[in-house]
């Protein structure tokens, strides 16, 4: 009987084609740490092989696409509702102000006082900045053809920033209340002390100078517009007292305000046109009369504090 073919061979090279394989790599191993002959070579071999970790990321990846995508939705969501409660509350609190307003309307008919105008607001970007660091300007995009001109208040969603100074077809330029040749009549809201807000040529201070050492004021009063001069209307948030303190003869106070709008953030501004003064009949009264000049005060000065 012939004897049939073994199942398993044992005289197999597969041993030997190991080997040499293992000496091959170790002499290219060699070769590519001690020159550059073989770079064009592993260039080509990574070209070769760069689609087999493609395929064997992509599951990885596509994880980590729909990951992002599921918490970015979910982030989203989260912040539509939180700006929903947000409009909601907002629109409380807008609600009550249009019943004081009507009842402060209807308070001003009983006392004989004008009633407050409305002010109408011109949307505005701020498109550059002066270089002189000494000055505290800033240029928008909103010109003569828009209707802006010279000592129209400027404000942002924080409070005033100014008013314009200059103005081109296509621009317009506004000094910041915080320059060192700026003043506006102001207010204390707590007590509707009246002074004047100096610049300082600091961007975060602003100087309530010659006030009586006797004042009614103190740290944390909000500061606002008084609307004495005709030039700003009345109410608008000018800052918050930080500090007071005499000056150097003590025989008066120095108020610090540090300024509520964003002087050096502000990208998008409010240029308010006013069809008249906001103001009273009785402040009408109180400042006299007279043309106001840049700063905001009337020629013929009747404010209880003269401006710095």
Known sequence: ?????????????AGYLLTGLLLGSAILLAIDSATQRLKPVRGFMDNLVAPLFVIAELPYMTAASVGETVASRRALLDRIGQLEQSNLALSHQAQGFLALQAENDQLR??????????????????????????????????????????????????????????VTAFSARVLLITDASHAVPVEV???????????????????????PITSDISPGDQVVTSGLGGRFPRGYPVGTVESVAPDASGALAVAEVAPSARLDRARHLLVIHSAGPVRDRDDVEEEGAGEPRRDGFPSSQSSDVEPP
């Open 189 to 211: 809201v707590r007590n509707s002390l009246r002074s004047i807000a100096g610049g300082t040529g600091r961007l975060d201070r602003l100087l309530l100078e010659g006030l």
């Open 109 to 166: 008919r009983l006392l004989g006082s004008d009633v407050r105008l409305a002010s109408a607001a011109l949307i505005a970007e701020v498109v550059g900045v002066p270089p002189n660091p000494a000055v505290h300007q800033l240029v928008i995009d909103k010109g003569a053809g828009n209707g802006v001109g010279i000592g129209q208040a400027v404000v942002d969603a924080a409070g005033l920033i100014g008013q314009i100074v200059d």
């Open 1 to 13: 009987m012939r004897a049939g073919k073994p199942l398993f061979v044992r005289d197999s090279r």
